[in-house]
C-alpha cells in the first residue's frame, strides 16, 4: 500500500439531521476491522450499525481524513433522497471499494477497481448535486495513479482524470473539492473535513488542515500539522463575523475533522491512552464554546473524518 496513512488505527465520522453515524478504521496489524455507529438526533447515544471484523474479508473504510460524504442527490419527479457514501478498500481483495446507504442503517457495497488501491476521499457539490472522489490505484506494471472519480447517484462512478503519482503531481479530485476554506498549502478542502451552518454562516475546521490527497502521513517529528487546535470562522452573513482559533476539546490530542448538523457540532479526533491514541468524538450545542465526550473507541484508533446531511428528505424540496 503506497500511500497509505502512517497511523496504527483510524476512525471516519459520519452525520445527518436524524442522527450520526461512525466509521471505525481500526488497523490491528495486516488485519484491519471497519465499524459503523449510529447516535440519536442528539448525537449522545451511538449504535453499531455495520462492522467487519479483523481476519475478515470484506469493506474497510478509508484510513484517510474525508473518507465519508452525504448528498441529497436529484430523482426525476420526486423530492431529493439522502445517501451516505464511504470509500476504501476491500479488505480481502485489496481493490478500492464503496460502501453506501440511503438511511444509514443498512448499507451495501461495492467494488471499484480490482487493482490494488483505495478511495481515499470524498465530497459532494451541492450545486451540482454530484458527489466526486479520489481514488489511488498501483496496477500490475506497478504505475501508481491517483484518479478522480464522480457520481450523481453515489452508486455508480465514472472516471474524470487520472495522474501519474511522479513527485509534485496535482491531485486531480482537489479541484471538486470545497473553496470555502484552504488547507495549509492552498488546496481545497472537501467537505467531508469541515462543518458548515449556512443559516449562521458559520464553518468550524480543524486548524491547520493538511491534506495529503492519498499521499500518505508522516507522524516523526513535527511533519504532521493536522488538526492541532480549531479554527471557527463567522462569514459576512454572521451577526459577527470574524475568526476564532480555539483549544481543542478537553483530553483531545488531534481534531482530523468536524462536522456539523441541526444544531450539532461534532469533533473528531483522539486523546491519549497510555502508549497509543483512542478514537474519540466531542459533541457541542453551542458553536463550539463547549464540548462533551459522547463516543470513544479503543486504545490505538482515531477518529479521521465526518460529512453531514439528513435522513429524510424535507418536503419542500419535493417537484
Request: with cysteine.
Amino acid at each position: 500500500m503506497p500511500f497509505g496513512l502512517d497511523l496504527t488505527r483510524s476512525i471516519v465520522n459520519v452525520q445527518w439531521g436524524g442522527g450520526i453515524f461512525v466509521v471505525a478504521y481500526q488497523w490491528f496489524g495486516t488485519n484491519p476491522s471497519s465499524n459503523v455507529w449510529t447516535s440519536d438526533a442528539q448525537g449522545k447515544q451511538w449504535q453499531k450499525t455495520f462492522s467487519t471484523p479483523a481476519n475478515s474479508s470484506g469493506f474497510r473504510v478509508s484510513a484517510f481524513p474525508g473518507g465519508g460524504v452525504h448528498g441529497m442527490i436529484s430523482i426525476a419527479d420526486a423530492a431529493d433522497r439522502p445517501i451516505f457514501v464511504l470509500g476504501g478498500r476491500d479488505g480481502d481483495t485489496g481493490g478500492a471499494m464503496f460502501l453506501n446507504s440511503s438511511d444509514g442503517k443498512k448499507w451495501s457495497s461495492k467494488s471499484q477497481s480490482a487493482d490494488d488501491g483505495e478511495v481515499y476521499l470524498l465530497t459532494w457539490d451541492e450545486d451540482a448535486k454530484t458527489f466526486y472522489a479520489g481514488m489511488w490505484l498501483l496496477t500490475q506494471d506497478g504505475t501508481g495513479y491517483d484518479v478522480a472519480l464522480k457520481s450523481t447517484d453515489g452508486t455508480n462512478w465514472t472516471e474524470v482524470t487520472r495522474v501519474v503519482t511522479v513527485p509534485g503531481y496535482r491531485p486531480p479530485v482537489e479541484r471538486f473539492c470545497s473553496d470555502k476554506i484552504k488547507d495549509r498549502n492552498g488546496n481545497r478542502v472537501p467537505t467531508s473535513v469541515f462543518g458548515y451552518n449556512k443559516g449562521s454562516d458559520t464553518l468550524i475546521a480543524p486548524e491547520p488542515i493538511d491534506m495529503t490527497f492519498g499521499q500518505g502521513y508522516t507522524t516523526t517529528g513535527t511533519e504532521l500539522k493536522h488538526g492541532l487546535q480549531l479554527k471557527i470562522i463567522r462569514g459576512p452573513a454572521n451577526d459577527s463575523p470574524g475568526t476564532d482559533i480555539i483549544s481543542l476539546p478537553s483530553g483531545m490530542s488531534r481534531v482530523w475533522a468536524v462536522g456539523y448538523v441541526g444544531s450539532i457540532w461534532q469533533a473528531v479526533g483522539e486523546m491519549p491512552s497510555g502508549s497509543f491514541a483512542s478514537g474519540v468524538v466531542a459533541t457541542s450545542n453551542d458553536v463550539g464554546l463547549n464540548w462533551e465526550k459522547t463516543l470513544t473507541e479503543s486504545p490505538g484508533s482515531s477518529f479521521t473524518a465526518v460529512a453531514a446531511g439528513q435522513t429524510a428528505s424535507p418536503a419542500s424540496s419535493g417537484r
